[in-house]
């Protein structure tokens, strides 16, 4: 058992069950992204501005039911268990892009940026239902799912007693042979004339795709009970947080068995998720230092993300701004605020993106 005031994980002992499942959403969903720059160099001229990112990226995507947490922590007195749509995708890869924004006329600038994608991994995990039947002292476990993985010089891992898969035992990274491609669009008009003060905007990002080279997939066999003893036999007492993230893997892995099949080394080409995004700005024109803003987002995927963001931004002088934002989106909502100081060449700002 874990300390008094320590930190430990769900399957310690002395988190209780029913009360750690009362506390969860219907399923617990996660999107983590990495958008980082290596390189950036930028262009100026007089209706128009050039730049050139290198960049690492990497985006994940995980849906975890709650029936899955709820088999986790049962005992073999629970009876039994249906658990359906565990989703688990990660991509990783180098963006090297040339973008361009030019004005033309005194209303309209246009945006295209041209990326050249390398991969360097992709995964992508998706059981369909696991079917747990309690039997005595053990589960009797049928499973219906896949897993397809790009991974470059990656030596798969093989159970030697029946040849499931094992994970991943090591990786080199050898010449690059995943090559993608994808744009970015944008657009702005300024109704200047028409509607003083009105500016709408347009733009969709990573409309493109990476093709795979080197694709394995590995499968159930829909047919096969697996007898299997729960999870179980947790320490938790340590300071090794993955030690038991470890366990949990190996007893997944003994609890769905999949097989490697035939598509082997095989070329396959994924969609990147793309952004949609749609936004307009009012400055009211009797005071145009008030300002009100709204943008609305739509990034595809496993599970499609929407957002509405309405802000205001107080901008009375030429040194201070001041600006809110309300959020409502497929994950929640929230409000933020930004408070930007920026005299005589300093730019001094304090944020926050969550206030509740």
Request: with cysteine; proline share 3%.
């Amino acid at each position: 058992t874990s300390k008094p005031g320590m930190l430990t994980t769900f399957m310690s002992p002395d988190i209780d069950a029913g009360t750690f499942l009362d506390a969860m959403p219907k399923a617990a969903q996660f999107n983590v992204g990495l958008n980082m720059d290596i390189l950036a160099l930028g262009v100026g001229a007089k209706n128009g501005f050039t730049t050139f990112n290198l960049k690492l990226r990497n985006n994940e995507q995980i849906n975890l039911p709650k029936e899955l947490f709820g088999f986790m922590k049962a005992s073999l007195a629970n009876g039994d268990y249906l658990i359906e749509n565990i989703n688990i995708n990660t991509i990783s890869y180098v963006e090297a892009s040339l973008t361009h924004s030019h004005k033309i006329g005194d209303n309209l600038t246009v945006g295209l940026g041209l990326k050249f994608l390398e991969g360097i991994a992709y995964a992508d995990l998706t059981v369909n239902e696991i079917d747990a039947q309690l039997h005595e002292d053990e589960w009797l476990v049928k499973s219906n799912g896949s897993i397809k993985a790009s991974i470059p010089g990656a030596q798969y891992k093989l159970d030697p007693d029946n040849q499931t898969f094992d994970g991943v035992d090591g990786f080199s990274f050898s010449v690059p042979q995943s090559h993608g491609f994808a744009v970015d669009l944008g657009a702005e008009y300024d109704f200047k004339g028409l509607v003083d003060g009105l500016k709408v905007s347009a733009a969709v990002t990573d409309l493109g795709f990476i093709g795979w080279a080197n694709m394995n997939t590995f499968a159930t066999n829909n047919n096969e009970y697996v007898k299997f003893e729960g999870f179980n036999n947790y320490d938790v007492s340590g300071d090794n947080e993955d030690e038991t993230m470890d366990q949990i893997n190996d007893d997944f892995n003994d609890m769905v068995k999949m097989y490697q099949t035939g598509n082997t080394n095989q070329k396959e080409k994924v969609m990147l998720n793309a952004t949609f995004r749609l936004g307009a700005e009012y400055a009211l024109p009797f005071v145009n230092w008030i300002s009100f803003g709204e943008l609305l987002t739509y990034r595809s995927g496993l599970w499609p993300y929407t957002e509405s963001r309405t802000s205001i931004c107080l901008s009375p002088c030429g040194w201070f701004d001041l600006s809110g934002n309300a959020v409502l989106s497929s994950m929640g909502s929230s409000m933020g605020l930004l408070l930007n100081l920026h005299p005589g060449g300093i730019n001094f700002f304090v944020a926050v993106d969550r206030l509740k």
